[in-house]
């Protein structure tokens, strides 16, 4: 029986999806370990492989067959367009996308005026302008805090997640329109499904069950 792999996102996804699979058995106790400088993780019983990776990185592993599975949030997949399949939405992680800024800019966006919008997500800014409203943009990429975009007038909004939303307000900022909702996902390579689809199947009718 061959190794089924799992490319986790680092960090709190990794550490909800770890609780999330304790529920259903599937335990990994040498990834608990702080000082661990180890890269895959093995549970035997279940013949799992256990990798973490960057939030971007996972969809990659995935579409290339290097991960089996993958759980990583949906702006993640959104934003990075891989060929693989959504199976599951695992409910944590919820946040949304929205497009934000002044109160002032509100007006720019109903009448569809030529705006300059900061975003790290590049491609859920442009699908949701272009695709879905009609609206002809312009799109800076950013890599850092993109609250400080309009701030200082380097865009008149910007596309980001929102969580609670106090950062914007702290900043002056508010929500103008919401482009969808977000959580994490798992994902699985097309070919891993077809191949493994016993054991793939039954491990997300397990986690079903506990979710």
Same mark, same amino acid.
């Given at each position: 029986?061959?190794?089924?792999? @799992? %490319?986790?996102?680092?960090?709190?996804? %990794?550490?909800?999806?770890?609780?999330?699979?304790?529920?259903?058995?599937?335990?990994?106790?040498?990834?608990?370990?702080?000082?661990?400088?180890?890269?895959?993780?093995?549970?035997?019983?279940?013949?799992?492989? @256990? @990798?973490?990776?960057?939030?971007?990185?996972?969809?990659?592993?995935?579409?290339?067959?290097?991960?089996?599975?993958?759980?990583?949030?949906?702006?993640?997949?959104?934003?990075?367009?891989?060929?693989?399949?959504?199976?599951?939405?695992?409910?944590?992680?919820?946040?949304?996308?929205?497009?934000?800024?002044? +109160?002032? %800019?509100?007006?720019?966006?109903?009448? #569809?005026?030529?705006?300059?919008?900061?975003?790290?997500?590049?491609?859920?800014?442009?699908?949701?302008?272009?695709?879905?409203?009609? #609206?002809?943009?312009?799109?800076?990429?950013?890599?850092?805090?993109?609250?400080?975009?309009?701030?200082?007038?380097?865009? +008149?909004?910007?596309?980001?997640?929102?969580?609670?939303?106090?950062?914007?307000?702290?900043?002056?900022?508010?929500?103008?329109?919401?482009?969808?909702?977000?959580?994490?996902?798992?994902?699985?390579?097309?070919?891993? &499904?077809? &191949?493994?689809?016993?054991?793939?199947?039954?491990?997300? #009718?397990?986690?079903? %069950?506990?979710l």
């Open positions: 029986m061959r190794y089924l792999t @799992f %490319a986790l996102c680092k960090g709190r996804l %990794a550490k909800k999806t770890m609780e999330l699979l304790e529920k259903v058995g599937v335990t990994c106790e040498e990834m608990k370990d702080p000082d661990t400088r180890k890269l895959i993780f093995v549970n035997e019983e279940r013949k799992l492989k @256990f @990798f973490l990776a960057k939030g971007p990185d996972v969809p990659t592993y995935v579409e290339y067959g290097a991960a089996d599975i993958g759980v990583v949030g949906k702006d993640v997949i959104l934003e990075e367009n891989r060929r693989m399949y959504e199976v599951l939405d695992l409910g944590y992680g919820k946040c949304r996308m929205c497009v934000c800024g002044p +109160e002032s %800019a509100r007006e720019l966006l109903k009448k #569809q005026e030529l705006i300059r919008v900061a975003t790290k997500y590049p491609h859920i800014a442009k699908n949701y302008f272009y695709d879905q409203k009609h #609206q002809t943009v312009e799109i800076i990429k950013l890599n850092g805090s993109i609250e400080l975009a309009p701030i200082v007038g380097l865009s +008149e909004v910007i596309v980001d997640i929102v969580e609670t939303g106090s950062t914007l307000r702290e900043n002056g900022l508010k929500v103008l329109e919401e482009i969808c909702p977000l959580s994490a996902r798992m994902v699985v390579n097309q070919v891993s &499904m077809k &191949m493994e689809n016993d054991r793939i199947g039954k491990l997300i #009718q397990e986690l079903k %069950a506990v």
